[in-house]
């Protein structure tokens, strides 16, 4: 179907995930009616009964993979799409129904369902990265909805996005939060999680658990290390770095070799943490 305007024809798609992301789209309110003048909203199930068939100039992806269906219906919505930007720790990393690929799927089916026999499912949650190529990954459980605007702005304006590319670690020390690592020695994820989310556990004395997962510049065994070094039981860091974006490689490296035991498994840690 041709487009029915000059605007860039946007669709909003879902896999598995719990619908956050695109709830933080809606919450944009004033911010989203701005954009929703500026393209030509064709499918987006969450908000509109209206359902376009492709093609897209831009594709919004939430959720991870985790059906044959699902794996095969990605591929649609690469081929339909200009543009696919994946948005959320679902898409990302697969999320937090990703804890699964460290476990037996078949068995946690028996045990939930009543008739397993009619449950399709993979054996593992994986990021849309790993069926399709990705041109933009927004990060964040849920995402935060002022990037995820800016993003789509910068898309129909033209121009790159401006998105942080430090650690949370930088946002504590802009807002004067006290470091709960160094002051308490409580396990913090800020050092190598993505910025985006304002800090907010710190400023609660509570650890960030990377829920914009992994920074650029990411180094988790020397964190680890240095929690370990502290007196941190490996089996208390374990869900820490398990979580909602477990299944990214940075956080899942180090999280297989506490669940190994840390460090016999893999040699001493670093002493020093990189500022």
Same mark, same amino acid.
């Given at each position: ?5 000059s605007?860039?024809r946007?669709? !909003?798609f879902?896999?598995?995930?719990? =619908?956050? #992301? ?5 919450d ?13 909203? #064709? ?5 509109s009964?209206?359902?376009?068939? @492709? ?14 269906h699902d ?5 649609? $919505?690469r ?8 948005? /959320?720790a679902?898409? +990302?990393?697969g ?8 476990g037996? +799927?078949?068995?946690? $089916?028996?045990? !939930? ?19 399709v190529? !990705? =041109?933009?990954?927004?990060r /964040?459980?849920? *995402? ?7 993003? %789509? ?14 650690? &949370? ?8 939060? &006290?470091?709960? +690592?160094?002051?308490? @020695?409580?396990?913090? %994820? @800020?050092? &190598? ?7 907010i ?5 509570? /650890?960030c ?6 920074a650029?510049?990411c180094?988790?065994?020397?964190? *680890? ?5 502290l /007196? ?5 860091? %374990?869900?820490? &770095?398990?979580?909602?974006? @477990? ?9 297989d ?12 840690p ?6």
């Open positions: 179907m041709p487009a029915t305007s605007k860039p946007l669709g !909003v879902k896999f598995a995930s719990c =619908d956050g #992301c695109q709830l933080s789209l809606l944009a309110e004033d911010e989203l009616l701005a954009i929703a003048g500026q393209v030509e909203i #064709c499918f987006f199930p969450e908000a009964s209206r359902m376009l068939p @492709g093609p897209y100039d831009v594709a919004l992806v939430e959720g991870s993979i985790t059906t044959a794996a095969e219906r990605i591929q649609q $919505v081929r339909d799409a200009k543009f696919l930007m994946t948005i /959320g679902c898409a +990302t990393a999320g937090i129904q990703a804890l699964r690929n460290w037996n +799927t078949a068995e946690f $089916v028996r045990g !939930v369902y009543a008739r397993p026999e009619y449950i399709r499912t993979l054996e593992k949650s994986t990021a849309i990265a790993d069926h190529r !990705v =041109d933009f990954e927004l /964040g459980c849920p *995402v935060n909805h002022h990037q995820l605007v800016e993003v %789509l702005a910068a898309l129909v304006a033209g121009r790159r996005p401006r998105t942080p590319g430090h650690a &949370v670690c930088l946002d504590c020390k802009r807002a004067g939060t &006290v470091c709960i +690592t160094v002051a308490r @020695g409580q396990p913090c %994820l @800020g050092p &190598v999680t993505q910025a985006g989310c304002g800090a556990c710190p400023a609660y004395d509570r /650890g658990f990377g829920c914009h997962g992994p650029r510049q180094n988790c065994e020397s964190l *680890v290390g240095h929690l370990v070094q /007196g941190h039981d490996a089996n208390d860091l %374990l869900p820490l &770095v398990r979580n909602f974006n @477990g299944a990214a490689p940075e956080f899942r490296t180090v999280s070799r506490l669940e190994q035991g840390w460090p016999e498994a893999g040699g001493p670093p002493e020093r943490i990189p500022t």
